[in-house]
């Protein structure tokens, strides 16, 4: 049986490990002996007519760029350290024939990105010197990467060295694509056309400052034009789709487009990709889809976190010295944690590893007790309840919603670090002041229960909302998150009034408002103003449009207030002023009935546990 590209990659670097041990080679003797042995894994370099190239893609690293965690103060399994090794590895093995991608959503998640985007004073940006140092050869942005707002990409856009793409993020003035749409990269001879698209979600999560003077097309109309004027006018030999969109309904509603994940859509429904690199959903995905002319399409999607790299080989064959034909397309997985980080990726950002460690370490006040962010998936919760009060605070709004945004973190008591903000507050939204009525409220409420816990039929139910199988039962086998059957994040609570979830009834019969928490009356007819961070403002979730039913086109009319810095700097700024906090939980909504409440948590924790 022949060995997957990953199988040979990892032979080598056994291979290599080994002698290293034993010092019997000398480095560049070893180098040659990789090279060899990785050679007869790519029999096609000794063949005249036949060429290989390699395609390898990383997606939604979350700016996991050194193999250290600057959250946990720890050192990480897997970064873009890892996938150096690993690519100078293809490249000696191939030749050159390399071709290195990214997917997106890399400039955001890790006090290393904050630093770099908002702190750090450099002539360049860290994110353009590592990835021109990995020598990309090109990229496709995502939407946290819009997220870092236009001074940061636009300055990233600029340094570098590869096309950043985006065929469907057009000008707003112009409409023409505000990012290079597509690029033809050269691999003897061989022009592969790439063609960058991205989710069209990002007016319905961010706020319009971030992408103002920007418009989003729908990725299927975006992937008709642009595959049709790639062939007329590049004559390319193959051509590869760079989305920064999971997978998604292959047979959708046509009422749901655009779709937020159409990766597989077009892969069947327009004709002409040979390859596509899928991301956002950070989902491994190794799969092929037959299109409507009856052709093969593969897509592979290497997760996220840098945990893997994922990897075609596209066999060519020559039928005259400027056209080749494509015979075959296969694609394989390395993982990156059986890869030892780059030494010379490590020696080339030491500095800035120091600076991030400086300023992540750096305290900023104090707590008295522990918050577990899973305690709030059961009822009024510390880790919660905290940014309930900041918000409550910063903006002087009568009601606040926020959710859980971190699945299983605990924030120890003691010195609270620039990094255990990033556990309390993963991402970097924006504070809004909307006016909603009580009504709104209520509905709003009722959706967000509704994704979150199960009607219970008696005390021995489940109390969350979990996947079950054919039998209408919780698989034993899913743990952690993957329980769940919606995210985390979208499970807003309340604070500023005081109410209980009923659930043995049915979602829209729920939610029971007894008054505000100051005891005053709670009026569905009155306007109320409200604290919200600006990814449930723009309409993420659902929560305002589906389920308060507000159109989305009215949300920016409801705004009345935003902040001139994301949530988590409020929040650093709060706890500078405030100095040490002492945790506690508000108590303003409860269960009932409350022993179901119990019972439910009592049974449904074991499945939360990786």
């Known amino acids: 049986m022949k060995a997957s590209i990953a199988d040979a990659f990892f032979l080598s670097m056994h291979i290599m490990n080994k002698f290293l041990a034993m010092k019997m080679m000398k480095m560049p003797l070893l180098m040659a002996f990789v090279f060899l042995t990785l050679t007869i894994s790519f029999p096609a370099l000794s063949q005249a007519r036949e060429i290989k190239i390699q395609i390898a893609a990383t997606a939604d690293v979350h700016a996991r760029l050194f193999s250290y965690n600057f959250v946990t103060n720890q050192p990480a399994p897997t970064s873009m350290a890892n996938v150096h090794t690993v690519t100078q590895m293809l490249r000696s093995a191939t030749g050159g024939n390399l071709i290195l991608l990214d997917n997106g959503d890399l400039i955001q998640g ?3 990105a904050y630093y770099a985007n908002f ?6 940006n860290l994110f353009s010197r590592v990835l021109n140092f990995m020598k990309f050869d090109a990229a496709t942005i995502g939407n946290h990467d819009i997220e870092a707002g236009p001074d940061v990409y636009n300055r990233l856009k600029d340094e570098f060295k590869f096309p950043w793409l985006g065929a469907n993020v057009l000008d707003a003035e112009t409409g023409e694509p505000y990012f290079v749409p597509y690029t033809i990269i050269e691999r003897q001879r061989v022009r592969i056309a790439v063609l960058g698209l991205t989710t069209t979600g990002v007016p319905n999560w961010l706020p319009a400052h971030l992408w103002k003077g920007l418009e989003f097309q729908d990725m299927v109309e975006a992937a008709r034009y642009w595959i049709d004027y790639i062939k007329e006018n590049e004559n390319p030999d193959a051509i590869v789709g760079l989305f920064h969109a999971g997978l998604g309904p292959l047979d959708p509603d046509p009422d749901a487009h655009p779709l937020e994940n159409a990766s597989g859509y077009i892969a069947r429904n327009v004709p002409g990709f040979d390859l596509i690199f899928t991301g956002h959903d950070h989902r491994r995905r190794i799969q092929t889809i037959i299109n409507v002319q009856g052709d093969e399409v593969l897509l592979l999607g290497p997760g996220h976190f840098a945990e893997n790299l994922a990897l075609a080989e596209l066999t060519f064959t020559a039928t005259s010295r400027r056209s080749f034909e494509l015979k075959t397309v296969r694609g394989d997985m390395i993982p990156t944690e059986r890869a030892v980080p780059s030494h010379l990726f490590v020696k080339a950002f030491e500095k800035d590893v120091e600076e991030i460690l400086a300023f992540a370490n750096e305290s900023i006040g104090n707590i008295t007790a522990p918050m577990h962010s899973v305690d709030a998936l059961f009822g009024s919760a510390p880790f919660t309840d905290l940014v309930h009060e900041i918000q409550l605070s910063i903006t002087g709004a009568e009601i606040s919603f926020t959710a859980p945004l971190a699945f299983d973190e605990t924030v120890r008591a003691g010195t609270l670090r620039w990094r255990d903000f990033f556990k309390l507050y993963e991402y970097e939204n924006y504070l809004y002041t909307m006016e909603l009525t009580g009504r709104e409220i209520q509905d709003y409420l009722e959706y967000s229960y ?7 039929e008696n005390e021995n139910d489940h109390l969350l909302l979990m996947h079950r199988d054919a039998l209408g039962r919780v698989p034993s086998d899913r743990r952690g998150r993957q329980a769940l059957r919606n995210p985390m994040y979208n499970f807003d609570s309340a604070a500023g009034i005081r109410y209980t979830v009923d659930v043995s009834k049915e979602v829209g019969d729920r939610v029971h408002i007894e008054q505000m928490e100051d005891g005053s009356p709670f009026d569905p007819e009155k306007t109320y103003k409200v604290a919200i961070n600006s990814y449930r403002g ?8 589906q389920g308060a039913g507000i159109r989305h086109e009215d949300l920016g009319q409801r705004i009345i207030h935003t902040t001139d810095s994301d ?5 650093v700024k709060y706890f500078r002023e405030i100095g040490t906090y002492e945790p506690s939980a508000i108590n303003n909504w409860y269960l009932i009935p409350r022993e179901w409440g119990e019972k439910g948590r009592e049974k449904d924790m074991p499945f939360l546990r990786p």
């Open 110 to 112: 890790t006090p290393a």
């Open 450 to 456: 509704g994704l979150w816990f199960n009607q219970m």
């Open 119 to 124: 702190v750090q004073d450099e002539k360049l």
């Open 538 to 545: 723009s309409g993420g979730g659902g929560h305002l449009t």
């Open 567 to 571: 949530l988590r700097t409020q929040m």
